[in-house]
Structures are given as structure tokens and as C-alpha cells.
């Protein structure tokens, strides 16, 4: 009988860890849903904030080419005109992209993206290839300009690496102060 006993304490236990653990895993798991939710609502905060100081930018960039372009308008002739004429068309179309970053939320203007983004597919497309371009193109150059020179500007840190022709690519190039071996 001591041991029917033992049993039903044993599969009282089990079932008593069972649900401590199924209550732990709620509780874990509606913290996670409130600091997921949190987190939205900090990550829209900022993004609203951003866009808002973004379009004050723009307007105040559409203001600058207005001003400019009445400057140029009043002193200008023939080519200064149609320059003029460009400038405020770019203020003007920078000033409806100010409004529309002040007045609009993160949310909306994701949904706008997203929507930009299923109707111009290839555009989108063809956006991220130019912007991938241009970060390779600034990526190498910044490249060149941190190793191609180093070892002439007297910096102790600084490293000249150089290939022995027939060297392997294998074997550690010599620097300026190492020793071939």
C-alpha cells in the first residue's frame, strides 16, 4: 500500500511541476508579447519623430530653392530663367515631400512603401541594385584610401604588405618589417 502511495505523491508532483511549468511558460510568454508591443510602440515613436524632423528638413530645403530661385529670377536672363524655372519646380516637389513626412505616421508610411513596392516591382529592384552599387563603389574607395597608402605616412601602426613575384598566395606576403625565412 506504501507503494500506491509513493505513486499517486509522485504523479501529484508531476502533475503540480507540470502545471507550475505551463504557468511559467504563459507568464514568460505574455511578457514577451508586452515587451514585443513596447518595443513597437518605442520603434514608431522614434520613426514618427524622424519622418516629422525629416519633412521640417525638406520644407526648409524647398524654402532655400525658392529663394534662390527668385534671387536668380530677378538678376538673371534667358538660362538663368529656365534655371530658375527648375528650381522651383524641385522646391515645389520638395516641399509636397516635407508635407507629406510631417503629416503622415511610421505605420502609413510603411503601408505606402509596401504598396509602392508591389506596384513597381522592378523599380524597387532596380533601386536596390543602384544603392547596392553605390555602397561597393564607396566601400572600395574608402578601401584604398585606408591600405593603398599605408607605410608612407610614418604611422607606427601603419603596414606595408608587398608580393614576391612567384610568391603563393598561400604564404604570408612579407611586410616591411618581417623577414623572408
Same mark, same amino acid.
Given at each position: 500500500?506504501?507503494?500506491?502511495?509513493?505513486?499517486?505523491?509522485?504523479?501529484?508532483?508531476?502533475?503540480?511541476?507540470?502545471?507550475?511549468?505551463?504557468?511559467?511558460?504563459?507568464?514568460?510568454?505574455?511578457?514577451?508579447?508586452?515587451?514585443?508591443?513596447?518595443?513597437?510602440?518605442?520603434?514608431?515613436?522614434?520613426?514618427?519623430?524622424?519622418?516629422?524632423?525629416? %519633412?521640417?528638413? /525638406?520644407?526648409?530645403? #524647398?524654402?532655400?530653392?525658392?529663394?534662390? !530661385?527668385? @534671387?536668380? $529670377?530677378?538678376?538673371?536672363? +534667358?538660362?538663368?530663367?529656365?534655371?530658375?524655372?527648375?528650381?522651383?519646380?524641385?522646391?515645389?516637389?520638395?516641399?509636397?515631400?516635407?508635407?507629406?513626412?510631417?503629416?503622415?505616421?511610421?505605420?502609413?508610411?510603411?503601408?505606402?512603401?509596401?504598396?509602392?513596392?508591389?506596384?513597381?516591382?522592378?523599380?524597387?529592384?532596380?533601386? %536596390?541594385?543602384? /544603392?547596392?552599387?553605390? #555602397?561597393?563603389?564607396?566601400?572600395?574607395? !574608402?578601401? @584604398?584610401? $585606408?591600405?593603398?597608402?599605408? +607605410?608612407?605616412?610614418?604611422?607606427?601602426?601603419?603596414?606595408?604588405?608587398?608580393?614576391?613575384?612567384?610568391?603563393?598566395?598561400?604564404?604570408?606576403?612579407?611586410?616591411?618589417?618581417?623577414?623572408?625565412?
Amino acid at each position: 500500500m506504501s507503494t500506491t502511495t509513493r505513486e499517486t505523491s509522485s504523479e501529484n508532483l508531476v502533475e503540480q511541476t507540470k502545471s507550475e511549468l505551463a504557468d511559467a511558460a504563459t507568464t514568460v510568454q505574455d511578457k514577451a508579447v508586452e515587451l514585443r508591443d513596447q518595443g513597437r510602440g518605442k520603434l514608431e515613436e522614434i520613426l514618427d519623430r524622424r519622418t516629422t524632423e525629416a %519633412g521640417g528638413q /525638406a520644407r526648409h530645403v #524647398a524654402r532655400v530653392l525658392r529663394q534662390g !530661385s527668385g @534671387e536668380m $529670377r530677378t538678376q538673371g536672363d +534667358g538660362a538663368e530663367q529656365q534655371v530658375s524655372l527648375a528650381a522651383d519646380w524641385a522646391a515645389e516637389r520638395v516641399e509636397r515631400l516635407g508635407g507629406y513626412l510631417e503629416q503622415t505616421n511610421g505605420d502609413h508610411l510603411l503601408r505606402d512603401a509596401e504598396e509602392f513596392a508591389r506596384r513597381r516591382p522592378w523599380m524597387v529592384a532596380g533601386m %536596390g541594385l543602384v /544603392a547596392g552599387l553605390a #555602397a561597393s563603389r564607396f566601400l572600395k574607395a !574608402s578601401s @584604398e584610401r $585606408r591600405y593603398g597608402s599605408l +607605410g608612407s605616412n610614418g604611422d607606427p601602426r601603419s603596414y606595408s604588405v608587398t608580393m614576391q613575384p612567384g610568391a603563393s598566395a598561400y604564404e604570408p606576403p612579407l611586410g616591411s618589417g618581417a623577414t623572408g625565412g
